[in-house]
């Protein structure tokens, strides 16, 4: 093989080998996904699917208002 050719070769082979990436092992996610499986409470909540535990405890307690609409603050630990 010619020189150049081996060059580009190699340059293409090193600019793309960046996109072949595998996925995520799920023991290394953080966080709530769209896609999970979650189990908890009002103070906590597990994901199933790799054991994480997130904890989301109100600063304040929730008052009921005059509309469907309360916000509310919390502590998120994750």
Do not use: W
């Given at each position: ?21 595998a996925q ?13 499986s979650y ?34 603050y919390s502590?998120?630990?994750?």
């Open positions: 093989m010619k020189p150049a050719k081996l060059l580009c070769l190699s340059v293409f082979i090193f600019a793309f080998s960046k996109l072949l990436l995520a092992a799920p023991s290394l996610e953080n966080g709530f996904k769209n896609y999970g189990d908890g409470s009002h103070l906590d909540t597990v994901n199933v699917m790799n054991g994480n535990l997130m904890l989301h405890i109100p600063v304040l307690p929730a008052f009921a208002q005059r509309g469907a609409f309360a916000p509310q502590l998120y630990v994750m």
